[in-house]
């Protein structure tokens, strides 16, 4: 069974530009999750899909980060513009079932400078 | 509002002696508990899992935990240290929320030291 697959795997960008970042979870999970890990810290979550409609974004910095999740599979996370603060690690998790064991994928490191 | 709380942020022990990872939360409901290991520049990996049933869980590579109501506690243990459980360490739980959704809350992270 394929795993959560996530790209880039590294990326670096100047503060106020772009990025965004790509996940293709695990064949038929309904859930799909984005986390922000700073470094030294735990994952926070910014949004939870379920299918294609989100669950739970109460976290996302909305003025800045956008997500989506078009035909319930691929999801992409963007960030426009970039602070400084966005440095960190973003991972990518799908489950089957809601509330149930989460598998993630290897992470994207951001560096803002 | 649940919540949380790895009460170490670091864990030193020898190879061979039990290894003690403590973890408290705070829920409304009846919560999912999990235990995930983070390797360095390695993925997130579920250690084990509570989910209503029995209420200590045994997960992979001998590590267990044992599932408190009255003292909201889901503690790691393994008897034995290996060289090789030297990672992060997260105590996760999930709670149902009003309208059905399940949001996962991370605690901090603990790092577990293994000393030869």
């Known amino acids: 069974e394929a795993g959560v697959a996530q790209s880039p795997r590294y990326k670096i960008i100047e503060k106020r530009q772009s990025v965004a970042f790509w996940c293709n979870p695990i064949?038929?999970?309904?859930?799909l999750y984005w986390y922000q890990q700073i470094l030294g810290q735990g994952p926070k979550l910014l949004i939870q899909f379920q299918n294609n409609g989100v669950v739970d974004d109460s976290q996302l910095p909305k003025d800045r980060f956008s997500a989506e999740r078009l035909k319930g599979v691929d999801s992409t996370l963007k960030i426009q513009p970039a602070k400084l603060e966005d440095s960190a690690v973003y991972l990518c998790a799908s489950s089957s079932r809601r509330g149930d064991e989460q598998f993630f994928g290897p992470g994207t490191r951001l560096t803002v400078l | 509002a649940q919540s949380v709380t790895q009460l170490d942020s670091h864990v030193s022990v020898s190879e061979g002696t039990p290894v003690l990872l403590r973890c408290n939360y705070s829920?409304?409901?009846?919560?999912?508990l999990f235990w995930y290991v983070q390797h360095p520049n390695k993925g997130l990996q579920l250690l084990l899992k509570?989910?209503?049933?029995?209420?200590l869980v045994k997960g992979i590579n001998g590590f267990e935990a044992e599932f408190k109501k009255s003292e909201t506690s889901f503690h790691l243990t393994k008897p034995s240290a290996h060289m090789s459980d030297a990672a992060e360490y997260f105590c996760v739980v999930s709670d149902e929320q009003s309208g059905g959704s399940y949001i996962p809350t991370f605690g901090r992270g603990t790092s577990l030291i293994v000393h030869p």
């Open positions: 509570y989910t209503s049933a029995a209420t």
């Open positions: 829920s409304s409901y009846s919560p999912s």
């Open positions: 064949s038929g999970h309904a859930t």
